[in-house]
């Protein structure tokens, strides 16, 4: 009963992290033209996962046509990046549809197979047509790069998947994100193809900030 309590509970303040974010993004505005200077500040800054290293990080969702447009662009620059940038991915479900996607990209995350599955996911769904909603078919996709089917599922509805969840919703509000896919860099810096004029524009802007803030924290 105590597990069917916490279970619940943490479903409840799922629900209410999403309804805040759809209340956020009202209030945000969805459509913005292309910024001048390619990104737009974040105030308050947010907290990065490193702090000897300028974080990149990517907000996705695997169903998102505009992600799997942008991928082999993010791929591309991940294999040339500088060492002293950290890429980060988060999949926080602003939708509910989103929500058995996001918890697979968290379960593969957990069983070190992130890089593998997320491919793997943009193949399935946006070449071979299948939505892949269903927990079952994400479970059996994953054992297909190696990792146990029953222990996948097992993890995606699990309270480590949950907090991720829950955190990654909080963080995409915190970082005033309006659609995906949306990068922030080293906390500061909101980019998207909106905001930075295209695929393209996304890259530039990266690497800019990215050797701007490499010079303000007198990294080597």
Same mark, same amino acid.
């Given at each position: +009963?105590?597990?069917?309590?916490?279970?619940?509970?943490?479903?409840? *303040?799922?629900?209410?992290? *999403?309804?805040?974010?759809?209340?956020?993004?009202?209030?945000?505005?969805? %459509? &913005?033209?292309?910024?001048?200077?390619?990104? $737009?500040?974040i105030s308050p800054p947010q907290n990065t996962s490193v702090t000897d290293k300028v974080e990149v990080l990517e907000y996705l969702w695997l169903g998102c046509p505009h992600c799997y447009s942008l991928e082999p662009s993010m791929e591309a620059w991940e294999k040339t990046k500088p060492d002293y940038v950290h890429f980060v991915r988060?999949?926080?479900?602003?939708?509910?549809?989103?929500?058995?996607? %996001?918890?697979?990209?968290?379960?593969?995350?957990?069983?070190?197979?992130?890089?593998?599955? *997320?491919?793997? +996911?943009?193949?399935?769904?946006?070449?071979?047509?299948?939505?892949?909603?269903?927990?079952?078919?994400?479970?059996?996709?994953?054992?297909?790069?190696?990792?146990?089917?029953?222990?996948?599922?097992?993890?995606?509805?699990?309270?480590?998947?949950?907090?991720?969840?829950?955190? %990654?919703? !909080?963080?995409?509000?915190?970082?005033?994100? %309006?659609?995906?896919?949306?990068?922030?860099?080293?906390?500061?810096?909101?980019?998207?193809?909106?905001?930075?004029?295209?695929? !393209?524009?996304?890259?530039?802007?990266?690497?800019?900030?990215?050797?701007?803030? &490499? $010079?303000?924290? &007198?990294?080597?």
């Open positions: +009963m105590k597990t069917a309590t916490k279970q619940a509970r943490t479903t409840t *303040v799922f629900a209410a992290s *999403v309804g805040a974010l759809i209340l956020a993004l009202a209030a945000f505005g969805l %459509s &913005k033209n292309a910024n001048a200077a390619g990104f $737009e500040n988060e999949a926080p479900p602003l939708n509910r549809s989103w929500e058995n996607h %996001s918890r697979g990209f968290y379960a593969a995350q957990l069983m070190g197979k992130e890089n593998e599955f *997320v491919f793997a +996911m943009f193949e399935a769904i946006h070449e071979k047509k299948q939505p892949m909603q269903d927990k079952k078919k994400i479970a059996a996709l994953a054992a297909t790069l190696g990792l146990d089917e029953q222990k996948f599922l097992a993890a995606m509805d699990s309270f480590a998947v949950n907090g991720k969840l829950k955190r %990654s919703v !909080e963080m995409a509000i915190k970082s005033g994100i %309006s659609s995906v896919p949306s990068v922030i860099v080293n906390g500061k810096y909101r980019l998207s193809s909106s905001i930075s004029g295209g695929h !393209e524009g996304i890259i530039d802007s990266i690497n800019e900030r990215a050797a701007f803030e &490499k $010079e303000a924290m &007198k990294l080597p």
